[in-house]
Every structure is written in C-alpha cells, then in structure tokens.
C-alpha cells in the first residue's frame, strides 16, 4: 500500500538532511555534505511492512517552485496523504515562505483536499534556548491563520536533538492504518507481563509507532529521546560492520529490555517490579511475537 | 584438563600475590615496570614534608598525578579537556572561548585516579610569564600533553619549536615527565595523509631535539609519544586512556587481573572503563588494541548511561554497582557486550562469544563478584599505602596486602 508524502520548502530549509537522517542512517554532521535538490526526488521507503512511503522531496529552489504550481500541479500535487511543509525560523523572507506555502495549500485543496497538513518549524538549534518556546507558539500562531480553513499540525525541530524524532514520529503515525488496535494489543499485553510501559519502533528508522503506559513517567520527550539513543548506537555498530539484535539493562529500580520483535519492529519493555527476571520477559515477549507477527500480516493482507 | 588448570591456577597465585608484595612492602612502588612513578611521586623533598602538616581531607592530593595540557593558541586543548571530562559534544567546542588563564582542574574520575589537568592558555608563553611558576607546575607533573593542531600545516614548525623548548625546560626539572604529544584534529585527513603527517612531525621533532641537544644522550633518555587524535572520533579517547595508563601505579597488576579473567572465562576482550569519562584504565593483553571494539564498548556505555538517566529514579545518580545489576547487548555476529559496574566510577566491560556467555553465566557472574572484591582490594591497600606515607615519610611497616590469591584460587575452572 502506498502513501505519498510530499516534502516541500524553500530551498535550503532542510527537507533532504532530515529525510537522510530519517530514512538514510546519516547522522546530523553527514549532511553537510548534501548539496540542493535538483527538481523532485523520489524515494520509496518500506515502513512497517506493509506501508510504503512515497517521499517525494521537492527541490525548493524559486524555479522549480513556480514549476510546481503550474506545469506539474496534477502530477505532485494528486494523491497526497501528507503534506510536510518545512520553513526555516531563521529565513528573512517570511512573506514569501507564506506565498510559496499558500499556493501549496490551493493546489492541495483543489487536487487532494484529505490530505494531512504537517509544518515543521525547522533549524530551532539556531534559536537560544530560553526564546524558543516562545518564537514557536508565535510561529504557530501566525501558521495556523494562515492555514484555514484547514488543519495544520506544527512542530519544531533541529538534526541536532530528537525534536526530530518527535515530529516524524507523529507524522508517521497518523499514516498506520491499525493504530488504535496496535495499541489495544500492546496494553492487552502490558498488563499480561506487568510492565511500567511498552514501545513499539519501526525498525530501520526507530520512530515511536506505538507506545502503551502504564505508569506515569515525568519525562515527556523521552519517546524522542530513545529514539535517538537507540538510532545513534545502531550507527555506530554499522560501522563495526554489525548491527545490535537486543540490550537488556538490569538494575535494582527497573529493567529495561529492548529486543526485536516482529520482522518490522522493535520492542522496549520497562518493569520496575525487581521480582520479575529477565529471563521471564525474555520469554514473554517471545511469546507474544507470534500474535504481533500475525497482526502485521493480516494487516498486510487486507490491504 | 581439570588437573592442568589446577596447575596453572596456583602458578597465577603465586606470580600476583608476589608483586601485590612488592607493592606494599616497603611502602614505596618499585619493581613495576611501565614507567610508574618514581619513589615519592616526583615531588621534591619540601614538597611532601610540609604535607605532614596538613589535615587528613588534603593528604590525598599530594598524590595525584599531573596532567599538563600545552600547545599553542587554537590547538584544541580546552577542546580536549571537555571532550574527554566534561561530556562536551564535540560540534559545541566550536562555541568555546580562547583560554586566557590557566586552568587547573581537579579530575576524580574514580576512586583512585585522581588527576590534575592544567589546561595552559597558548596565548601566554608559559615560561617567561612572571605570574607563573613553572617551575613547581613542572615539578608535580607526571605527564605533559603537547597538542599539536594537525590541520594548520604553517604553524608546525613554531610548534615544533615549543614543542622542544617545552622539552629541554621539563626535563631539567624534572626527569620524570612523561611527554606526549596529540597531532590533533585529524579527522578530515584520509589515512594514508595521517600517516604522513605522523611521520613528517615526528622527524622534524626528532631533528630539533638532536639539534638543540648540547649533550647529545638526552633524546634517549626522554620519554616522547605521538598519537593521532581528533575530537570527532574516539581517538583522543584512546590517546588520553594510554597518558592515564602511565600515571595509574597499579595498571600492570590490573592487566594481569584482566588477563587471568579472560583465560578463565574465554573473553574475547575486557576492559575496565571510567564511566564518566570514557577512558578505560587497563584491558588484558591477549591480542592488540582494536580500536573497532573500543569504540563498540564506548558507545555501549553512551547508550546505557543515556537510557538510564531517563528512567532512574530522581535520586539515584548513574549506574548502580550491586551484584545482580548488568547491562548486556546481543549483536549479530553472534558476540555479546557485557558490562557490569564494579564500583561508582569503575565499569567492566567486556566481549563474549555467544555459546560462552549463554552456558556460562553463572560462571562467570560468580568470577566476576571475586573480580570486583580484588579490585576494591588494590583500592584499599593504596588508599592505606597514601595514609602510611603521609604519616611517616621514611619506610613503613607494611600494610595489609590485597588478597589477590583468594581470587585467583577461588576463579572456577576454564571452560
């Protein structure tokens, strides 16, 4: 099944580095190194099996943009279940971010008018951080007018922290057909093995795809946060010319298991209960693989 | 097979509770190779005399071991320092300002390295500054780091220049310095311009110490190490691990602990790691450092101490050091990373086979309890050896030896 998903910006904004970030296994510093996109770039991308992700990042260069709105309209702008917009918080020229960003929003309107709305208030490393969360909700502000009458969601992010994460991670999701019955599954089986809390990663891009809680947890940009971690050491093992398969942490206050789990996931189980070992979990999990590995396919199948 | 790994036990009992021996028995650290340091450490006289004097709480630190760090301006020195001890993600060091004064900072990484790192501006030559007195600086320094900024080639020969004069003025003072010198910011060279660049410094810097040498034996006699380092990598990580090694008295005896840990268990590979800094203090010798599999346990400690801050409770700092906690990841070509704390900064980390560790846990877990009472043991007699010698700066009595040999006896069999 494939979902297309269009990537557009001003030029330089940042749409190539992210989508290598993401999809590509760079890590923040490689993308130096990406020069500007020529026209569209294509790229289809396996996520969670049965989903195909049809990434189409638009150079942002003036001329192809203006291209896009009158030679190539139907083609770009037809089937599209997302659209990513990325602005630049420091671009000077914001009048014409929103005039490239409406334009968008017509031919969007007119060619595929269920199309999700995502902004990505890019580059927030630049902005101290005391001011950001400010700068944000302003941009948000002015963005979601300009926006109606559609939905926009807005999200601030920089290569150099998980904000990143966070953003796609939420984009991703809204695309995951079954979510809210992954979800019933994952906290079905929470409660079987009493854990504090389920994650659920896609397994090439480590993005959060479902997640269950059963204790409340403080931190609320620690989905991102792990998905960074986890991202980052898988990185580093490729240059070791291997890959991780599974890291259990055990202390006295939790255990932490993280294994794979379906052929397109990877699972973190929390449990701060010190009477339950590992090797319990352990069994468990692979226990409930076959239920998942089932639901994927019959997921897949349907489709 | 039981019968020879008997035998081969008690010969490791003997050989490690000899040189536990030497370490205590007159007080003083002789006999250990490695360059340890010399009788009192390479403080003069006065130095240690007037410590007799001072409370308990400062006895400690006449015996930490100096780390000069010096070079000229832009080099990277303070890059370094915060790279390596202050956790600084290498792309923020750009932000950092130059160093006007220098610093001295008081590393405790863990129990027993404590360290000072003088972090030198280049902007002040520190020998003609009236402001500073070199001399006793030199005096208490066990190692001098020279950084060298590998990228700015017009610069090399001034720092080569200072480099020697750096040199010639140590030595003087002190003869025990140990120099090392960081050909820093490498990592934009491919390998073979590393090379290169190694060999061309090296041989400019011999040339002008030959030069300059008036007595002509002194080239000789120093003691002068080149390593290629970066920020960016975990080179300088490596680098600095090797300078710390040199300063740490009881490293050699750590080895051999490591390296009777891997014959017993059939580890692939063990370290002992500073956690906070990444260092790691002693690995066994079986085979040579591979760096792959250094940089493999770094990044698997990032990845521990990461995941454990998030979910820690808010009153517990780090990694706890109890018996049934450890951390384990499984990679694909079938080997395991297993570490497990042995003490608040200390960890053990190291590489297993897959059929080793799955059949063997227990075993192992078991050697490694006894591991980890060894190592608090050599804590225990240095601390004791720091607290005689302040007391009484002329011989002591001897004090109670590690019991090495209880580990070594009780280590269950080969597998």
């Known amino acids: 099944m494939r979902k297309k998903v269009l990537l557009m910006g001003k030029s330089g904004s940042g749409k190539t580095s992210m989508r290598s970030i993401i999809f590509a296994n760079y890590i923040a510093r490689d993308t130096k190194r990406l020069g500007a996109t020529i026209d569209v770039e294509q790229s289809y991308v396996r996520f969670l099996g049965n989903l195909v992700l049809n990434l189409w990042d638009c150079g942002g260069q003036e001329a192809f943009m203006e291209h896009y709105f009158t030679a190539q309209r139907d083609n770009i702008f037809r089937n599209v279940e997302v659209l990513i917009y990325v602005f630049d918080v420091e671009s000077r020229e914001f009048e014409k971010d929103i005039h490239y960003y409406q334009s968008c929003l017509e031919s969007i309107t007119q060619q595929s008018p269920h199309a999700k709305i995502f902004v990505l208030i890019h580059k927030m490393d630049l902005i101290r951080e005391d001011q950001r969360e400010a700068i944000f909700k302003a941009k948000e502000e002015e963005l979601k007018n300009y926006s109606r009458p559609l939905d926009c969601h807005c999200f601030q992010s920089s290569i150099w922290d998980e904000t990143l994460y966070k953003a796609w991670s939420q984009i991703v999701h809204k695309l995951i057909l079954n979510a809210p019955q992954l979800e019933k599954n994952l906290h079905d089986f929470a409660e079987a093995i009493e854990a504090d809390e389920i994650l659920l990663f896609e397994k090439t891009t480590f993005l959060v795809v479902s997640h269950c809680l059963k204790k409340e947890h ?86 | 097979m039981s019968k020879m790994m008997s035998s081969s036990v008690i010969d490791q009992t003997s050989s490690l509770s000899i040189s536990s021996q030497n370490i205590l028995s007159n007080g003083t650290i002789v006999d250990f190779s490695v360059g340890s340091m010399p009788a009192n450490y390479g403080y003069d006289e006065s130095f240690s005399k007037e410590d007799d004097e001072e409370d308990s709480n400062e006895e400690s630190s006449q015996f930490k071991p100096r780390i000069l760090i010096m070079g000229l301006r832009k080099s990277g020195k303070t890059s370094i320092k915060n790279v390596v001890f202050h956790k600084m993600e290498p792309n923020e060091t750009l932000l950092l300002d130059p160093t006007t ?17 003088y972090d030198c501006s280049g902007q002040i030559d520190l020998f003609n500054d009236p402001t500073c007195d070199y001399i006793a600086l030199l005096k208490g320094c066990g190692s001098l780091i020279f950084v060298i900024d590998a990228q700015d080639e017009d610069q090399y020969t001034d720092a080569i220049s200072c480099l020697t004069q750096t040199i010639f003025k140590g030595y003087n003072i002190n003869r025990g310095i140990k120099f090392e010198v960081f050909i820093h910011k490498v990592d934009g060279f491919p390998d073979e311009k590393k090379m290169d660049i190694y060999n061309e410094i090296q041989q400019r810097a011999n040339e002008m110490l030959i030069q300059q040498d008036a007595t002509e034996s002194l080239i000789q006699k120093i003691y002068l190490n080149y390593h290629l380092t970066s920020i960016y990598d975990h080179s300088i990580f490596e680098a600095f691990s090797k300078v710390v090694h040199k300063l740490i008295p009881q490293h050699r005896q750590l080895e051999r602990l490591l390296d009777f840990l891997c014959n017993s268990c059939g580890l692939e590979r063990a370290f002992l790691f500073d956690v906070a800094s990444k260092i790691f203090i002693a690995s066994d010798c079986i085979s040579p450092l591979d760096t792959q599999l250094y940089e493999l346990c770094c990044d698997k400690i990032d990845l521990v101490l990461d995941i454990s801050n998030i979910y820690a409770p808010k009153d517990v700092e780090g990694i706890s050091a109890d018996d049934s906690s450890y951390t384990c990841v499984k990679l694909n070509n079938e080997l395991y990373l297993y570490m497990k704390q042995v003490d608040k900064f200390l960890a053990f980390v190291c590489v297993i086979r897959d059929e080793i560790f799955v059949e063997n846990r227990g075993i192992m877990d078991y050697n490694l309890t006894l591991f980890k009472d060894s190592i608090k043991d050599i804590l225990s007699a240095q601390k004791t050896v720091s607290q005689d010698q302040s007391v009484n700066n002329q011989n002591n009595t001897n004090s109670s030896e590690p019991d090495t040999s209880n580990m070594a006896n009780n280590i269950l069999g080969n597998f």
């Open chain 2, 101 to 117: 004064k220098t610093n001295l900072e008081d590393i405790s990484c863990c129990s027993f390295i404590t360290f000072q790192v």
């Open chain 1, 218 to 303: 403080s931190d609320l940009q620690r989905f991102e946060k792990i998905s960074n971690i986890i991202k980052q050491f898988k990185l580093s093992c490729s240059k070791c010319d291997t890959s991780f398969q599974s890291v259990e942490i055990k202390n006295g206050n939790y255990t932490i298991i993280i294994d794979l789990f379906t052929p397109n996931t990877y699972i973190m189980v929390i449990i701060s209960d010190p009477r339950i070992t590992p090797a319990l979990t352990n069994y468990n999990i692979k226990y409930a693989q076959k239920h998942f590995e089932n639901l994927e396919t019959s997921q897949e199948q349907r489709t």
